[in-house]
């Protein structure tokens, strides 16, 4: 059996209102729901998302922020995602950087404080003999 990717539940104050920043600053397509059902379902590729107001996650337990990671495929398309959403007017409170845990990565925010991790895993680009670890290629 080969698991689907996960699809994260956000916990949003209105569920319209993110719906609203998801798309119009992150670039998200709504698929379905809103306010009147306490869900909506939001896409962008191959990443989905749930939006849930307080009402509908009243039961599981589940209150915010909650973080979630996106793995990109480069480092250049971490910097391209992070430029388009500055553009759009995403709040970011850390631009890309590369990190000592050998990801590249930035931090976007919704209005609710729930997190986005943007990154770039290289550690397949590092090669490491002993205590010192080089780069294959260099950082931008």
Same mark, same amino acid.
């Given at each position: 059996?080969?698991?689907?990717?996960?699809?994260?539940?956000?916990?949003?104050?209105?569920?319209?209102?993110?719906?609203?920043?998801?798309?119009?600053?992150?670039?998200?397509?709504?698929?379905?729901?809103?306010?009147?059902?306490?869900?909506?379902?939001? +896409?962008?590729? /191959?990443?989905? =998302?749930?939006?849930?107001?307080?009402? *509908?996650?009243?039961?599981?337990?589940?209150?915010?922020? $909650?973080?979630?990671?996106?793995?990109?495929?480069?480092?250049?398309?971490?910097?391209?995602?992070?430029?388009?959403?500055?553009?759009?007017?995403?709040?970011?409170?850390?631009?890309?950087?590369?990190?000592?845990?050998?990801?590249?990565?930035?931090?976007? +925010?919704?209005? /609710?404080?729930? =997190?986005?991790?943007?990154?770039?895993? *290289?550690?397949?680009?590092?090669?490491?003999?002993?205590? $010192?670890?080089?780069?294959?290629?260099?950082?931008?």
């Amino acid at each position: 059996m080969v698991f689907p990717a996960p699809v994260p539940e956000i916990p949003v104050a209105n569920v319209d209102e993110a719906v609203g920043y998801y798309v119009g600053c992150l670039g998200f397509t709504s698929d379905w729901g809103g306010s009147a059902g306490g869900i909506a379902g939001i +896409s962008r590729g /191959d990443c989905r =998302l749930f939006l849930t107001s307080k009402a *509908f996650r009243e039961g599981y337990g589940n209150q915010s922020p $909650a973080l979630f990671w996106l793995n990109l495929g480069s480092r250049e398309e971490v910097d391209e995602l992070f430029a388009e959403w500055s553009q759009r007017g995403a709040l970011i409170p850390s631009p890309p950087e590369d990190k000592p845990w050998l990801l590249r990565e930035f931090t976007v +925010s919704d209005h /609710d404080g729930n =997190l986005i991790r943007v990154f770039f895993d *290289f550690h397949a680009a590092v090669n490491i003999t002993g205590d $010192a670890k080089q780069s294959k290629t260099p950082a931008p």
